[in-house]
């Protein structure tokens, strides 16, 4: 026989009470608990494991977030999580986003939260926000997709959250729970929303003059147009031609661009964020300066470029400034239509002038050289 002391007793006791208070209790498993598939999705397992989640979305995303945050890097995970949800949109998926506006510096202004560029992306695609008043605190953070899968733990829509803390989170494959969740977002107290903000313009296509100066030595010499057209850098030549014709709009070789602007202004699409549209436009402006030699440049903060366009000592010749406006016409029939108007300006007919010889003179293959006549003459033919 074995004796317990009085403390061991005790300690049973307390073991069969509890287990009898679980079996008996009112809120016993069969009544309480929803079937699901669990998995831990925590620290640098959430954004993988959440990006799949909205990338194979069919029906609907739903998102109750305490603190979205996209902070200041370029490389952003929360702006590709954002993009994603575009997306999306795209293709045809219910998105609504439920935010908390209980924040120190917005306190008298909820509104403040979603005016910033990037929720405006959101907005733009179709996305619905629901704001909370800022008198009552959501500090939710849950995703939940198809009114299946629900993710929820502690991890907020932040870079700190996603690359340097540690956060539990957990995806729950369960139609019921999805259930009870969609239900208690659609109570939730709501505000009106917010007047949608302006839009960037493609400023740098206004008020262009009929035709712009550009020095022969652009078209003559290897290192700068006939380098991009061999390197297939459409966007590099379209930059400079637009970068030339401000100049000569404000009279200055160097100025201040707003890059937003002249992304747009290069036909980049207006549904990407902010952010997106200034990284290409500094892409191609470090290409300008790095591999062609062809401007000095200085970014500040992000957002604007210090320009200035580099000296080439050469004769000048005209251009019809539709070549730039008129975002059609394809950078091979672009090259030609330069090398038509160089030509001209010296008394030389392009037709007049073997296909070789051109590709000689501009530094060009001939069998490029005679794809961009067979486009020149289906130009002509409509124009």
């Not at 959440?50 to 029906?59: R, S, W």
């Not at 739903?62 to 902070?71: A, F, P, R, T």
């Not at 069998?367 to 033919?381: H, N």
Request: hydrophobic share 45%; net charge positive.
């Amino acid at each position: 026989m074995v004796l317990l002391s009085i403390k061991q007793k005790s300690g049973c006791f307390l073991t069969i009470l509890s287990f009898l208070i679980f079996v008996f209790s009112p809120l016993s498993a069969q009544e309480s608990f929803s079937p699901a598939q669990v998995k831990d999705i925590s620290d640098r397992a959430y954004e993988p494991a959440v990006i799949g989640l909205l990338d194979g979305a069919k029906e609907s995303i739903v998102i109750s977030m305490y603190n979205i945050s996209l902070g200041a890097k370029e490389r952003n995970p929360i702006a590709f999580l954002l993009q994603d949800l575009i997306e999306a949109r795209q293709r045809g998926v219910e998105v609504t986003i439920y935010l908390n506006t209980n924040f120190r510096e917005i306190d008298k202004e909820p509104h403040q939260l979603i005016r910033s560029p990037f929720f405006k992306k959101l907005v733009d695609a179709g996305c619905v926000f629901h704001l909370l008043p800022s008198r009552l605190r959501l500090h939710d953070k849950l995703v939940i997709v198809d009114s299946r899968f629900v993710v929820e733990g502690s991890t907020n829509w932040s870079i700190s959250a996603l690359k340097s803390n540690r956060e539990s989170a957990t995806l729950i494959d369960s139609s019921e729970l999805a259930k009870i969740k969609l239900l208690r977002l659609k109570m939730l107290p709501l505000i009106i929303e917010p007047k949608e903000k302006e839009t960037h313009r493609a400023l740098y296509l206004e008020n262009l003059p009929d035709s712009i100066a550009i020095l022969k030595s652009l078209l003559i010499d290897e290192r700068y147009f006939p380098k991009m057209f061999t390197a297939q850098d459409s966007r590099g030549l379209d930059l400079y031609l637009l970068l030339l014709a401000h100049s000569q709009v404000v009279g200055k070789s160097s100025f201040f661009v707003e890059l937003e602007s002249m992304a747009l202004s290069l036909n980049m699409p207006v549904s990407w964020f902010d952010f997106g549209l200034r990284r290409q436009v500094i892409r191609s402006l470090k290409r300008l300066r790095d591999n062609y030699g062809l401007v000095g440049v200085k970014f500040f903060h992000g957002k604007d470029a210090w320009i200035e366009l580099i000296d080439l000592p050469q004769e000048a010749f005209s251009i019809n400034s539709k070549l730039i406006t008129n975002q059609k016409i394809s950078y091979r029939l672009k090259f030609l239509l330069m090398i038509k108007s160089l030509l001209e300006s010296q008394g030389e007919d392009l037709y007049s002038i073997s296909k070789q010889e051109l590709a000689r003179r501009f530094h060009i293959h001939p069998w490029t050289v005679g794809e961009a006549f067979k486009e020149l003459k289906q130009y002509e033919k409509g124009g």
